[in-house]
């Protein structure tokens, strides 16, 4: 029996899962078996290896993200805190309780991340504000994909780390509301507002930054 | 989990690149040395102020748990006598040693285990294991549903390729993943069916430094996305950065627009480029903040390539000669960072912390 079953269904009306190109984020579907897990729990090495591999790239993306743009040199390290400190923690980890292995893990990876950023300030090359990308309309796919690949990491970077947090665990791994507030000791009214201040700041960077046609999607001019 | 959210943005272009290979068997090895301590990290941990109270509970165990062990080694030294002779402590301490648990300092539990590491107190026995048997030896990374990609994801090219040899039924799933690993897995595409793949295996090589498959990559999505203006640019700058003298050399009469931007970055592989070309310098503000802006989207090889290009215009300017080298360190680009290393001193000891493990100070 795997351990998503007996996990809530997603919300079949709910958004869909953001492109995982590059590896899973999270989701009944991404979850690692329950035979595995309750393996790992009991300290089974190689078992507690394959959850290290199945969870590496959630991990790496959810550190890469928090510090893209600012600490890019850390985000290796990060990681691999985090993975150390999810198996000395796994056997504390209750397969019946109400989180997701994955949500476990991004929690302590989100702690891991803020405890180094508030330990070690960032050294960005500065926060100058950027004029707008002038409009180029017919250009291709993919020159569309990498502007705004690097518009949402220029508009994610402009963040605090909190905000950013919040933003990061929401819209690319899909906690909801109540896991994040226990991933970052907020409450969920806290957790509300600042993901609906990051959104906002994140789209008015993205307006200003994009060009119109790009911006459009964002809310931008059309 | 997931609910219906109608604010959500579709941030979704914006992917991290594939994660460095983990050396899985040698991380599990390392967490096992460490028995299991629970850490305020982990959720459900209480938050600091509430922790507090506990802080100060463990500090009062560990002292005593500190005594005791004093108190034990006195009696134990003083009964081993005056005469000399010494005993180990297990032949006289029977009923004087305190019980395990208390020499080790209070049983953690998820929410004093943070507390306990800070006074010093020992961490409980490890977490049981099951004997140790050959197959505690990891195997290589594998993955239950389709080995092949797993090797490719952790860049197995020998184990890959001969998963790709006897496993035709798993190339499809695996080819994208495979692309840059396997060889065959690009002559195997169909011809241009998978431009956003291609593409996307091309730009992972590229930001992982691997310079060499994604001149390769480049140069395949150069004939199937001939619209994409990145691509050539992406292709001449790998090559040169991979020192391929002839495919550099080829691009660069190809594409003559780029030889202006590219000029610093093909010195030395292209002997046109080798004459110093000064970039357009009425656009240097323009280039400043591309490269701030690539910078701030994780695209450091491309912001170093850029401030190569500042710095040609602005050679005196010390933020842009900081920022050049701070770049070129994140992005591990060792040969520009040694060179600006070895040209500006003044910026040293700012960017010795950055440049560390990238330049040989």
Request: with cysteine; net charge neutral; aromatic share 4%.
């Amino acid at each position: 029996m795997l351990l998503m079953a007996a996990r809530p269904a997603p919300d079949p009306g709910g958004p869909p899962a953001p492109g995982d190109a590059i590896g899973p984020t999270t989701g009944p579907d991404r979850e690692v078996d329950d035979l595995t897990l309750r393996l790992a729990i009991r300290g089974d090495a190689v078992a507690l290896g394959r959850v290290v591999a199945h969870y590496h790239p959630t991990v790496h993306a959810l550190v890469w993200r928090m510090c893209a743009g600012t600490d890019p040199a850390s985000v290796d390290d990060l990681v691999q805190d985090a993975l150390l400190r999810t198996c000395r923690g796994l056997a504390r980890f209750d397969p019946a309780g109400p989180a997701r292995p994955s949500t476990w893990i991004l929690t302590i990876t989100t702690r891991v991340v803020l405890n180094h950023r508030r330990r070690t300030p960032s050294l960005p090359l500065d926060a100058a504000p950027e004029p707008r990308a002038p409009s180029h309309h017919g250009a291709d796919h993919g020159v569309d994909r990498a502007t705004l690949a690097r518009a949402i990491g220029a508009a994610v970077a402009t963040l605090g780390d909190d905000q950013r947090a919040v933003l990061v665990l929401r819209e690319f791994h899909e906690l909801d509301y109540a896991a994040i507030a226990d991933a970052l000791d907020l409450d969920v009214g806290t957790v509300k507002s600042r993901l609906a201040r990051a959104r906002a700041q994140v789209r008015a960077e993205l307006t200003r930054r994009l060009p119109d046609h790009l911006a459009a999607q964002f809310g931008g001019t059309p | 989990m997931t609910t219906h959210d109608p604010d959500r943005l579709d941030l979704t272009a914006w992917q991290p690149p594939a994660p460095a290979p983990l050396d899985v068997a040698a991380l599990v090895a390392r967490a096992a040395e460490t028995p299991a301590v629970a850490s305020a990290l982990e959720p459900g941990a209480a938050s600091a102020t509430a922790r507090a109270p506990r802080r100060l509970l463990a500090l009062a165990f560990a002292l005593g748990a500190v005594a005791a062990a004093i108190a034990t080694w006195l009696i134990v030294r003083g009964g081993a006598g005056s005469d000399g002779t010494t005993s180990t402590p297990t032949e006289n301490v029977g009923a004087i040693t305190p019980p395990p648990a208390a020499a080790a300092g209070p049983t953690p539990t998820p929410q004093n285990s943070e507390d306990d590491r800070g006074t010093g107190a020992a961490p409980p026995a490890p977490v049981h294991r099951a004997p140790a048997t050959a197959s505690d030896q990891l195997p290589p990374v594998s993955d239950a549903t389709n080995p092949l990609a797993a090797a490719c994801r952790a860049s197995q090219g020998a184990r890959a390729t001969t998963l790709w040899k006897r496993h035709p039924d798993l190339r499809a799933a695996a080819r994208t993943s495979c692309i840059g690993v396997v060889d065959a897995a690009l002559d195997d595409a169909p011809s241009c069916d998978l431009p956003a793949e291609l593409h996307d295996a091309a730009a992972r090589a590229f930001d992982d430094g691997d310079y060499r498959s994604a001149t390769v990559l480049y140069e395949r999505a150069l004939r199937c996305s001939r619209g994409d203006t990145s691509v050539p640019e992406r292709l001449l700058l790998s090559a040169c950065r991979a020192d391929d003298r002839a495919r550099a050399r080829r691009y660069w009469r190809r594409f003559p627009k780029l030889q202006r931007p590219l000029a610093q970055a093909c010195a030395g592989v292209v002997d046109a480029a080798s004459a110093p070309t000064k970039p357009d310098c009425s656009r240097a503000d323009a280039l400043d903040r591309a490269g701030k802006e690539a910078f701030a989207s994780g695209q450091y090889a491309e912001a170093s390539s850029i401030y190569q290009q500042v710095l040609l215009c602005r050679p005196a300017d010390p933020t842009i000669q900081k920022r050049a080298l701070l770049i070129a360190c994140r992005a591990k680009d060792r040969p520009t960072a040694q060179r600006l290393w070895a040209k500006y001193p003044a910026i040293r000891a700012q960017l010795l912390p950055t440049c560390t493990g990238v330049v040989d100070p």
